[in-house]
């Protein structure tokens, strides 16, 4: 089940769910409109999965930065957030949709216990200017169901993430590219 924007108050009171920061004006019926955060990597080169993505790292100056076509840039929320009771999905939305950004696509789960800043995966159909801040996606929370068990507690990849951070599926090939 998803929590109501106001189900998401509450259980930001009661210290159940973690968004920080919070602003109660990005509630919305049904989730928590996330922004982005001032820093973004842009990856370089044709990307191997079997070798670590080399990237040029920027900050977002307050005038904006213009995404470029045919580029992957990963990019971070500016909100940390987290539950060990929910589970959480984020999305982009139709706004940034609408500017022709495709955000965060292929992995838009967060683990029960995962309270961490996204790394977001952000491409553009044509040049387009973002911001530091600005409204980029919605954050849904679910309920789950089951014994949980916290991602933070496990020996997964991304567990310690505290930002933007490549893909690791390269540690998967010990002896580099098949």
């Not at 977002?60 to 840039?73: D, M, R, W, Y």
């Not at 919605?138 to 893909?167: E, N, W």
Request: hydrophobic share 40%; aromatic share 8%; charged share 15%.
């Amino acid at each position: 089940m998803i929590l109501t924007g106001p189900a998401i108050a509450a259980a930001v009171r009661a210290g159940e769910i973690t968004i920080a920061p919070y602003d109660p004006a990005c509630l919305s019926p049904n989730a928590y409109d996330w922004r982005l955060g001032d820093t973004i990597r842009i990856c370089d080169g044709d990307l191997d999965a079997a070798v670590a993505t080399t990237f040029t790292e920027r900050t977002i100056p307050t005038a904006g930065l213009v995404l470029e076509p045919g580029v992957l840039h990963l990019g971070v929320t500016l909100e940390k957030t987290g539950s060990e009771r929910y589970a959480q999905l984020l999305n982009g939305d139709r706004t940034t949709g609408a500017l022709g950004i495709w955000v965060h696509v292929s992995a838009p789960l967060g683990h029960q216990g995962h309270a961490i800043h996204w790394t977001l995966e952000v491409r553009a159909a044509k040049p387009v200017r973002v911001y530091p801040g600005m409204t980029f996606g919605k954050l849904v929370f679910l309920t789950a169901l089951g014994t949980p068990a916290s991602y933070q507690r496990q020996h997964a990849k991304y567990a310690a993430t505290s930002g933007i951070d490549i893909s690791r599926l390269y540690e998967e090939f010990p002896q580099g590219a098949p």
